[in-house]
Every structure is written in C-alpha cells, then in structure tokens.
C-alpha cells in the first residue's frame, strides 16, 4: 500500500501553517511544516516531500534562495514547489516561474483553490512508496 502525499509546508505564519495543515490532513495528505528558510530546505533534503508550498517572506533563507536551492539540486530538482506569498509584483512571480516554480499564489488566497491546485499537482506524481 502506497502511503499518502507528503506536502511542506513552508510559512513564518503559525495560523496559517496550522489552517493548511489541517485542510490537507482533511483530504488525507500526510504534512509536514517548516517556519524557516533553512529548516525548509533541510526538510525538503530529507524528507523529500511529494509537493513543497512556500512563502518568499521567511526569516533565515527567504523563499526565493529556498527554491533556488530546491532547482539547482539535481536530487530535489522534481519536486514541485507552490510559491504562496503576500509578494504580488510581477517581477517577483515571474522571478519564481523562471527558477522552476510549478504555481505561484497570492495571500491573502482562497483555500479551495490552493487544495484544487495542489491535487492537481500531486495526481500527476507516481504514488510514493
């Protein structure tokens, strides 16, 4: 049997983290949450989660290095990764499209529309093992 979807969450908002953990653990996704840059990283690296949702405002590592990191790793370089952040200028959702970001949503977001984006994302993934 294939276990559930792992999706990171990756925010410095502790009201969010704790709203999207528990939509997803809702539709059956398995979480896991990171509140820094670098603590997002480090769980991307180990825990290879099937789907990353990422802030670009976070202490440490902001989410931009995040994701650049997560692209330049040829390991991790698969995994998608949902930018969602209160950053709305178009300079910086086309910065995150061209360094490999699958989505980028704006906050304040419609939570419906994160999880139709997010399973639309992870039905396209082989199921993990």
Do not use: H, W
């Not at 969010?16 to 059956?28: C, D, P, Q, S, V």
């Not at 180990?46 to 202490?59: G, N, Q, T």
């Not at 990191?69 to 370089?77: G, H, T």
């Not at 939570?111 to 993934?125: G, V």
């Amino acid at each position: 049997m294939s276990s559930p979807p792992l999706i990171l969450i990756c925010d410095d908002d502790p009201l969010l983290i704790e709203l999207m953990e528990f939509r997803l653990r809702a539709k059956g996704y398995a979480v896991t949450t990171a509140t820094d840059g670098e603590e997002a990283f480090a769980k991307v690296s180990s825990e290879r989660p099937s789907i990353v949702v990422l802030d670009a405002m976070m202490p440490k590592l902001d989410g931009f290095d995040v994701l650049n990191r997560i692209k330049q790793d040829p390991e991790l370089k698969d995994i998608p990764v949902v930018m969602l952040t209160a950053r709305k200028n178009e300079r910086d959702i086309v910065s995150a499209l061209e360094r490999g970001a699958e989505d980028y949503l704006v906050k304040p977001f419609i939570p419906d529309e994160l999880m139709a984006r997010l399973s639309k994302l992870i039905a396209r993934q082989p199921p993990r093992a």
